[in-house]
């Protein structure tokens, strides 16, 4: 997003057009807010607290599937799963969440966590997504913490 657009979202959001808390650094607050000005209606926010909740169990569906492959040594579904949630995530700016699933794709394509390199060590591969996976799972109950709050649930 260009600078001058970033500002404009920030300048939007100071002269009170959504009341948003300190979203930390896990929470693009730019992106989140465009998800907000979407609402009817800024005491119920019903459309964001849809997406974002139905994101919530998009999520849970997604890492016990990523848990089942890790298990069955599935590179090629990890990947896609990583690819999958690595979308939605960003759609709502849960950036950690989302740079997370991108390299559990990056490893389930057999490269490196940048994806520029190949990785022909399958083990090292799943190694690296069973970490990865830990890791995503404490970013995405962070997140899920903050939203709920905000969402005073």
Do not use: N, W
């Amino acid at each position: 997003m260009p600078d001058s657009t970033r500002r404009e979202a920030e300048d939007r959001s100071e002269e009170g057009s959504v009341s948003l808390p300190d979203l930390g650094d896990s929470i693009d607050a730019v992106t989140f807010e465009q998800i907000l000005e979407m609402d009817d209606d800024e005491d119920d926010r019903e459309f964001s607290r849809s997406i974002v909740f139905g994101f919530f169990e998009q999520a849970e569906q997604t890492f016990k599937k990523m848990d089942d492959a890790l298990k069955a040594g599935d590179l090629a579904e990890l990947s896609s799963l990583g690819h999958f949630l690595k979308g939605s995530s960003a759609t709502l700016g849960l950036t950690k969440v989302k740079d997370s699933c991108e390299k559990i794709q990056h490893y389930g394509q057999k490269k490196d966590e940048a994806g520029t390199a190949d990785e022909p060590d399958e083990k090292k591969c799943l190694e690296r997504i069973e970490e990865t996976l830990v890791a995503v799972k404490e970013e995405y109950a962070e997140v899920e913490k903050v939203l709920k709050k905000f969402y005073g649930s």
